[in-house]
């Protein structure tokens, strides 16, 4: 091959590389985006928003709109600025490098949701960022309806405050009752100079709906200057009613911006594919609902149940941890009585600085220790005092269960374990190696380790079980008083006819606790069953004629190491009889003699 030739052949060579390259674009160029580097860049980009509006979505839930989201939300405004940038490439003749704008999307689009999914299962995630939303019959849709609106409101509250966001996509809001609402919404009235809702229904390109705008405002399509040097003076929340979808939002309001002001632009459609700064879809607000019937399970199509269940999904408000307690605590029940009672128990608000959030949880909370068992309720409540807060070994903590006497075999460790797991009141990490409890559910479980001072707002009560047998070795921080039961509380049961109170007798809370709350029992007319630990015999002086009542008393300090001991058929014995047993060593007082 001659000299000519070869140059020849280079010079077909050059001419076919940039074929190749249209294909499959050099990411290291810096100049102006092409059109095929710019579709690559958003399909990508839309992944990335998909994401941001689900995290988004789920944040402006309980329990994590009460928790501190600095690292979501810096990451949440660094979407926003990546979108503006690429915004601004497809717009201007910009010198952008297509290898850093991927890189740091594909960056972002990393970021670690671990702390959500701990709350929603990544499969319910992924349908939200697919855009697939999963429906759920129900009997009662304006119920579900009204709560969705709820739902809705809070999330646009929840970030209605911060100035990058300036325009809200609010989907498949098909009536007008979320938007009269929001326009009267007291927050929104405060905030805001101008609150104004607009049909644009007619409106085909974004300058119609800019000139729609003008003229409600009262000026004229023709003083636009005067009209745009108004708004940026202003703060405004602009509804639009029947926004078009082929209208850009993001597009809307060039002229008007302004940073030393609060500004957005909010556009009711039922399309959600629209770019804008925060989406908000009616479907995916169905969340906790699909939570509440995936954990519940067919139950819930039951028409005796059926309505019961929106009702206590209803009274969570939303709360997400605890609608998947109260949930997983219904998993498959069809007993009437017992769904009423859950919704009774969730619907229960004390008088308490606890914040509505916290009472929901805690209420939850209490309702999932009634039908736990008592070995996994003192497990639970040891965990609630002594898991540290960044988890432990499953085999370590089994160890200090069995140190403590609180279970008497590996394997019945193992079995209450999975229980916890499994009701959502611990979670499993590390492989199922490692175990940890959520700081909401540590924080609330600590209110119910002693008795709070609400229940003395239960004139009506006539039942009261309540269990205190936790371990005393070890910190004990978590203690929110020196008294197990607050004085005073007893007293206004005046109702009460059961009594049972189960105590660890080293807990030496409950000897200060028992000298003061007797002389409160002595006064419950009503009163004819009652369960004690009585650490000093000289305490049963104020308890000499029990002819009237049924008892059980155990008298001494050293209960916990013989009971581990008792045969099971000295507990059903004990547990069926008025008795009382001397756990104090040999001999027997006189005092005791005497009673």
Same mark, same amino acid.
């Given at each position: 091959?001659?000299?000519?030739?070869?140059?020849?052949?280079?010079?077909?060579?050059?001419?076919?590389?940039?074929?190749?390259?249209?294909?499959?674009?050099?990411?290291?160029?810096?100049?102006?985006?092409?059109? *095929?580097? $710019?579709?690559?860049?958003?399909?990508? /980009?839309?992944? #990335?928003?998909?994401?941001? &509006?689900? !995290?988004?979505? +789920?944040?402006?839930?309980?329990?994590?709109?009460?928790?501190?989201?600095?690292?979501?939300?810096?990451?949440?405004?660094?979407?926003?600025?990546?979108?503006?940038?690429?915004?601004?490439?497809?717009?201007?003749?910009?010198?952008?490098?297509?290898?850093?704008?991927?890189?740091?999307?594909?960056?972002?689009?990393?970021?670690?949701?671990?702390?959500?999914?701990?709350?929603?299962?990544?499969?319910?995630?992924?349908?939200?960022?697919?855009?697939?939303?999963?429906?759920?019959?129900?009997?009662?849709?304006?119920?579900?309806?009204?709560?969705?609106?709820?739902?809705?409101?809070?999330?646009?509250?929840?970030?209605?405050?911060?100035?990058?966001?300036?325009?809200?996509?609010?989907?498949?809001?098909?009536? *007008?009752? $979320?938007?009269?609402?929001?326009?009267? /919404?007291?927050? #929104?009235?405060?905030?805001? &100079?101008? !609150?104004?809702? +607009?049909?644009?229904?007619?409106?085909?390109?974004?300058?119609?709906?800019?000139?729609?705008?003008?003229?409600?405002?009262?000026?004229?399509?023709?003083?636009?200057?005067?009209?745009?040097?108004?708004?940026?003076?202003?703060?405004?929340?602009?509804?639009?009613?029947?926004?078009?979808?082929?209208?850009?939002?993001?597009?809307?309001?060039?002229?008007?911006?302004?940073?030393?002001?609060?500004?957005?632009?909010?556009?009711?459609?039922?399309?959600?594919?629209?770019?804008?700064?925060?989406?908000?879809?009616?479907?995916?607000?169905?969340?906790?609902?699909?939570?509440f019937y995936e954990n519940v399970g067919e139950v819930v199509h039951s028409s005796s149940i059926r309505p019961l269940a929106l009702d206590v999904w209803r009274q969570c408000c939303g709360h997400l941890l605890a609608t998947s307690l109260i949930a997983r605590a219904l998993k498959d029940v069809n007993d009437v009585s017992i769904w009423q009672h859950a919704s009774r128990a969730i619907g229960f608000l004390p008088m308490t600085s606890h914040s509505t959030e916290d009472k929901i949880l805690l209420n939850a909370l209490?309702?999932?220790?009634?039908?736990?068992?008592?070995?996994?309720?003192?497990?639970?409540?040891?965990?609630?005092?002594?898991?540290?807060?960044?988890?432990?070994?499953?085999?370590?903590?089994?160890?200090?269960?069995?140190?403590?006497?609180?279970?008497?075999?590996?394997?019945?460790?193992?079995?209450?374990?999975?229980?916890?797991?499994?009701?959502?009141?611990?979670?499993?990490?590390?492989?199922?190696?490692?175990?940890?409890?959520?700081?909401?559910?540590?924080?609330?479980?600590?209110?119910?380790?002693?008795?709070?001072?609400?229940?003395?707002?239960?004139?009506?009560?006539?039942?009261?079980?309540?269990?205190?047998?936790?371990?005393?070795?070890?910190?004990?921080?978590?203690?929110?008083?020196?008294?197990?039961?607050?004085?005073?509380?007893?007293?206004?049961?005046?109702?009460?006819?059961?009594?049972?109170?189960?105590?660890?007798?080293?807990?030496?809370?409950?000897?200060?606790?028992?000298?003061?709350?007797?002389?409160?029992?002595c006064c419950l007319k009503r009163l004819h069953f009652l369960k004690l630990h009585w650490p000093k015999v000289s305490l049963l002086n104020d308890f000499r004629d029990l002819s009237w009542m049924n008892f059980r008393f155990i008298v001494g300090n050293h209960l916990k190491s013989i009971i581990s001991r008792l045969p099971h058929e000295s507990v059903i014995k004990f547990g069926e009889e008025s008795c009382l047993k001397y756990v104090n060593g040999e001999g027997i007082p006189s005092e005791i003699k005497e009673f």
């Amino acid at each position: 091959m001659d000299e000519e030739e070869e140059e020849e052949e280079e010079e077909e060579e050059e001419e076919e590389e940039p074929d190749r390259t249209k294909s499959s674009p050099d990411r290291t160029k810096s100049s102006p985006l092409g059109e *095929e580097e $710019l579709r690559e860049i958003k399909v990508l /980009l839309r992944k #990335l928003n998909t994401k941001k &509006d689900a !995290v988004l979505l +789920i944040l402006s839930y309980p329990p994590f709109n009460s928790r501190s989201n600095e690292t979501h939300i810096g990451w949440f405004l660094d979407v926003l600025e990546i979108n503006h940038k690429v915004r601004e490439s497809h717009d201007k003749v910009n010198e952008v490098k297509f290898s850093e704008l991927y890189s740091e999307i594909e960056r972002l689009l990393h970021h670690s949701i671990h702390d959500i999914e701990a709350h929603v299962p990544a499969d319910i995630i992924v349908d939200m960022c697919e855009f697939r939303s999963p429906w759920h019959e129900t009997a009662n849709k304006p119920t579900l309806d009204f709560c969705v609106d709820d739902f809705m409101i809070r999330h646009i509250s929840q970030y209605i405050q911060i100035p990058e966001i300036r325009t809200i996509l609010i989907s498949e809001a098909t009536d *007008e009752t $979320l938007l009269f609402r929001l326009k009267k /919404l007291p927050p #929104l009235r405060q905030m805001f &100079d101008i !609150v104004t809702r +607009i049909d644009v229904n007619l409106c085909k390109t974004y300058e119609d709906v800019e000139d729609r705008i003008i003229e409600e405002l009262g000026f004229s399509k023709f003083r636009r200057g005067e009209a745009d040097e108004f708004l940026r003076s202003q703060n405004f929340m602009i509804l639009l009613q029947r926004f078009r979808p082929w209208i850009g939002l993001n597009d809307l309001g060039s002229g008007w911006w302004n940073s030393d002001k609060t500004q957005k632009i909010a556009g009711f459609t039922s399309d959600s594919s629209m770019p804008a700064d925060l989406k908000i879809s009616r479907h995916h607000h169905l969340l906790s609902w699909i939570l509440f019937y995936e954990n519940v399970g067919e139950v819930v199509h039951s028409s005796s149940i059926r309505p019961l269940a929106l009702d206590v999904w209803r009274q969570c408000c939303g709360h997400l941890l605890a609608t998947s307690l109260i949930a997983r605590a219904l998993k498959d029940v069809n007993d009437v009585s017992i769904w009423q009672h859950a919704s009774r128990a969730i619907g229960f608000l004390p008088m308490t600085s606890h914040s509505t959030e916290d009472k929901i949880l805690l209420n939850a909370l209490a309702f999932v220790l009634g039908h736990l068992g008592s070995a996994a309720n003192k497990c639970l409540k040891y965990c609630a005092s002594y898991l540290e807060m960044e988890g432990t070994h499953k085999v370590d903590l089994l160890k200090r269960w069995m140190k403590e006497d609180l279970i008497q075999t590996l394997n019945e460790g193992e079995q209450i374990v999975q229980q916890l797991v499994n009701a959502v009141l611990l979670e499993s990490f590390q492989n199922g190696e490692s175990v940890r409890m959520a700081n909401e559910v540590q924080k609330e479980l600590t209110e119910i380790i002693d008795l709070p001072v609400t229940i003395g707002n239960l004139p009506k009560l006539t039942n009261l079980k309540v269990s205190f047998y936790l371990p005393v070795n070890g910190n004990r921080k978590n203690y929110s008083s020196n008294r197990i039961i607050p004085q005073n509380v007893i007293s206004r049961l005046v109702l009460l006819e059961e009594l049972s109170i189960d105590v660890n007798p080293e807990d030496e809370r409950w000897n200060a606790t028992i000298e003061d709350i007797l002389p409160e029992v002595c006064c419950l007319k009503r009163l004819h069953f009652l369960k004690l630990h009585w650490p000093k015999v000289s305490l049963l002086n104020d308890f000499r004629d029990l002819s009237w009542m049924n008892f059980r008393f155990i008298v001494g300090n050293h209960l916990k190491s013989i009971i581990s001991r008792l045969p099971h058929e000295s507990v059903i014995k004990f547990g069926e009889e008025s008795c009382l047993k001397y756990v104090n060593g040999e001999g027997i007082p006189s005092e005791i003699k005497e009673f």
